[in-house]
């Protein structure tokens, strides 16, 4: 039988990073997350044994958070569930207190971490596209504006020999579409615009971040040196920019990006970022 206890986040930890934190509640531990969820809490899940079969669940927090602050039809919600559950391959039941318990299972202890990562993955797409599409459309024009300026920089910045493609993924990361990837032969760097036009979405626009750079960081590519640098570009001019009120945030995505931090308001410090990753 497999010994459910915190020394399992240790290679959560060296997988992903270091906010992965732990306690130990009886036959159960219990794992904080560095994904941010929209009620502006983080991601908790489960992780017991059933049967000789590890279970990493969610506790119920998906189904609750969606149920609050979602005003869709339940069947609606249902639907939308279904598929992003789907998606992930993520299965589903109801608790002892008639809640929907979304989890995952694996039978082998070096499995865990996989599956945390895909739960957690679930729990961020699937929360916040339900939350953020109750929402009245924001005005995106500022974050329109902040888009091509940002773009128009980055080209007019790059050192000889680099091409930035704007809106691109990378195969290692299928269905991702980062704010841009510059290219050179045998390396790439990722760049992931932060923006918001009212504090709710400048915060989603962090945790799709972070999630992002984890994908990133966990792919073949990286850990074949194949990748230079994530690079966050901030923009500290949207209206969702409140500094005061984004200290944890910020700090989980340096953590995110492996250090690399870029506010639109130090932009000229952007080949600098460049130069630390490789020699150009």
Request: aromatic share 10%.
């Amino acid at each position: 039988m497999t010994k459910i206890n915190c020394h399992i986040t240790e290679a959560i930890q060296k997988d992903f990073s270091s906010l992965w934190k732990c306690k130990h509640r009886g036959n159960t531990v219990e794992i904080s997350t560095p994904y941010l969820l929209p009620d502006s809490t983080l991601f908790t899940l489960f992780i017991t044994e059933q049967k000789k079969k590890i279970i990493i669940h969610d506790g119920g927090s998906i189904s609750q958070i969606v149920s609050e602050y979602c005003p869709f039809p339940d069947d609606e919600i249902k639907f939308s569930l279904d598929g992003f559950a789907a998606q992930h391959e993520i299965k589903q039941t109801i608790g002892a207190e008639k809640e929907k318990i979304f989890y995952r299972v694996c039978e082998k202890k070096k499995l865990i971490s996989s599956a945390a990562f895909d739960l957690a993955s679930f729990a961020m797409t699937a929360t916040n596209a339900l939350v953020a599409a109750s929402y009245e459309e924001p005005d995106v024009k500022q974050d329109d504006r902040f888009q091509r300026s940002a773009d128009s920089f980055i080209k007019a910045a790059l050192p000889v020999g680099l091409k930035y493609k704007p809106r691109h993924e990378i195969k290692e990361v299928p269905g991702v579409k980062f704010s841009g990837v510059i290219e050179r032969s045998n390396k790439i760097w990722i760049v992931s615009y932060i923006t918001g036009s009212d504090l709710h979405r400048f915060k989603g626009s962090i945790a799709v971040t972070i999630m992002n750079f984890g994908h990133v960081w966990d792919c073949s590519l990286a850990k074949n040196n194949g990748v230079g640098a994530t690079i966050p570009i901030v923009n500290t001019e949207a209206s969702g920019y409140q500094p005061r009120k984004l200290g944890w945030q910020t700090d989980m995505l340096k953590a995110s990006a492996h250090g690399a931090y870029l506010p639109w308001s130090g932009r000229n410090d952007f080949a600098g970022l460049l130069n630390k990753s490789t020699s150009l």
